[in-house]
């Protein structure tokens, strides 16, 4: 009996191996394979929770992904990424309603948008080092706040938000949940891709470079306001993208898509997975999206385990989760490498 | 014509005056020691040929081009590369991940900024190993650079400013804190490259550098006290006088005991 539990115990480790192992070469074919894996999970979610909650994950990681490149990679805090959500989302709305009749075209006004939101704050804020740069954007995210409630009203329909008409064009209907569903999922994919791309380049390695020594990295040659500056248009420009996203999930744009203090939110759901890993910004994107979902539903202060949490990673397991399972995964490689050179020595 | 000139380089920090009014020149594949006591702006000096900070007053010249106000990294790509005191390499990545970067800038992937983010780090791997031999730490690629020891640490930290192909290295101090087998990998690391590239070099210890270098340079209280060959400026009583006090003076005036 505690043989077959022994011997279920090293398959699963054996199976823990062997996956750590696939996802830690590259390769083309890997890729797909991890694309196919994120759909898979995202797929088992669906009857749990839904296709408009699953879709509304997904919605979430691709943020999640968008702060992990600024923060995880590049090391640099930002209290302001929702404002590229929130120009995302209402630039979606005010074109549904105002421009066009298609989605397609919305979402690609509302990445530009987003993406020229980024060039503009980004050029000011890069240049600020610390823990001002975070309240920079922080200020910048207030202000996009501000024009939404005040100025900008009439146009914006500032507290009650703003319901979009048109959702469906030609074959792309975003009335039906399934139909959104698919192609959230299908736009997560190809930021993970393009994010899996970018990160593992020579820029990747840059990021995370200047992540550990700015000043040092301009010793090397590299004028490294810029490289800071593409990253946070890059950064800008997925978030709008999911912005544009979450107005078409919801058929429906309201302030708190840019709300400053759901920032907080991003930068937790990060470090819970593992900040710096794209698939710790995934993991981090559903789990806080689970523990934010489920848990009210069974205690009223439920936040408080959220802080319990935050305790821990910092305290305990600063790589995250998914830094967790990495570290977990390597000291069974090791084991099972050095496991193996002893029998090869007793043959 | 030299490949770097200073005139009247001045650095001010409040009252201090670091460096004051240096006049040097390095001339091109000559390899320059920069001697002096601690505290007498050796680093503040190469701080400011490197772009670290600003002159307070004076001039710089590089290949005849006036680079003063040139930030750190055009200073670079004109080919001014330097190594810092402590050693100042990435610790998080892994040894050959720190090349990637000066690898991918040498292969002019840098000039394609689509191209350099999408070429795989790994593409730089041969590039990179190769850069790594000429330091002998080939073996070590796939380590942490935070896990080699430090005087490892100092040859990749050459490796990376080797692998931007300098046209004048400045090496801050490059034997501190390392062992004596260390010390002797270093070296004759450098002497490898004496001839081939211009070296100015910093060195608190007049003898770890004396049979190395062409030209020596001592510096005092931010000046440039005495420079010419090794021979000459040893028996230089100014520099006797900087390094052990001005006992020899006072012994001249007549003082004794001292």
Known sequence: MGNVVKERGLVLEKTFVAVGKQLTQAGVGQKVLELILIGVVFL??????????????????IIVLSFDLLYGYMGRLSF??????????????????????????????????????????????????????????????????FLVMSPLKDITGGENGLSIRNLSFWYVNFRNPTFRFWFVLASLLLVFL????????????????????????????????????????LAATVAGFGGALTALNYGYVNPNTLDVHANAGIVFACLLGGSGRLYGALLG???????????????????????????????????????????????LAARAKSGSSKEGMSR | MSLLTTSGLTKRFGGLV???????????????????????????LFNLLSGFF?????????????????????????GMVRTFQLVSVFNSLKVWENLAPCVAWKSGMYHSLWRFMTTPAASTWADSL??????????????????????DRRLLEIALALSL??????????????????????????????????????????????????????????????????????????????????????????????
């Not at chain 1, 669906?46 to 699953?54: D, I």
């Not at chain 2, 850069?131 to 942490?144: D, R, T």
Request: contains cysteine; aromatic residues 10%.
């Open chain 1, 44 to 61: 088992i979610l669906v009857p749990f929770l839904g296709a408009h909650r699953a879709t509304d994950f997904a919605i979430f990681c």
């Open chain 2, 54 to 78: 600003p002159p307070t007053a004076g001039r710089i010249f590089f290949q005849g081009r006036d680079v003063t106000h040139l930030s750190p990294e055009e200073r670079v790509k004109m």
């Open chain 1, 80 to 145: 302001g990424h929702l404002l590229y959500v929130g120009v995302g989302a209402y630039t979606v709305g005010l074109a549904l309603r105002y421009l066009t009749t298609n989605p397609l075209l919305a979402i690609v006004l509302g990445i530009v948008a987003a993406c020229l939101a980024g060039m503009a704050v980004g050029a000011i804020t890069v240049r600020i080092a610390g823990a001002a740069f975070a309240l920079a954007n922080l200020a910048f995210n207030r202000v996009g706040w």
């Open chain 1, 285 to 331: 994107g559903i789990i806080y999206m689970l523990i934010t979902n489920l848990l009210p539903v069974y205690f009223q202060r439920w936040e408080f385990f959220l802080g319990v949490a935050l305790l821990l990673i910092v305290f305990r397991f600063r790589g995250g989760i998914w830094g967790g399972l990495e570290a977990l995964y390597s000291g």
């Open chain 2, 18 to 44: 670091a460096v004051n009014s240096v006049d040097l020149r390095i001339e091109e594949n000559e390899t320059l020691g920069v001697i002096g006591p601690n505290g007498s702006g050796k680093t503040t």
């Open chain 1, 194 to 233: 393009l994010l899996r791309v970018f990160t593992s380049s020579s820029y990747g390695v840059l990021l995370r470079s200047i992540k550990e020594d700015e000043k040092r990295v301009r010793f090397l040659g590299y004028n490294t306001q810029f490289y800071k500056w593409v990253t946070f248009v």
């Open chain 2, 165 to 258: 192909r300098p046209k004048l290295l400045l090496l801050d101090e490059p034997f501190s804190g390392l062992s004596d087998v260390e010390i002797a990998k270093v070296l004759a690391l450098l002497k490898s490259l004496k001839g081939k590239i211009t070296i100015g070099i910093i060195e608190h210890k007049i003898s770890m550098i004396v049979d190395f270098v062409d030209r020596l340079c001592v510096m005092n209280e931010g000046r440039i006290i005495c420079e010419g060959n090794p021979s000459e400026v040893l028996t230089n009583p100014l520099v006797n006088e900087c390094y052990w006090g001005k006992q020899e003076t006072l012994e001249r005036a007549g003082v004794s005991g001292v």
């Open chain 2, 130 to 151: 190769e850069a790594l031999k000429l330091v002998g730490l080939e073996g070590q690629a796939e380590a942490i650079a935070g896990e080699l020891s430090y005087g």
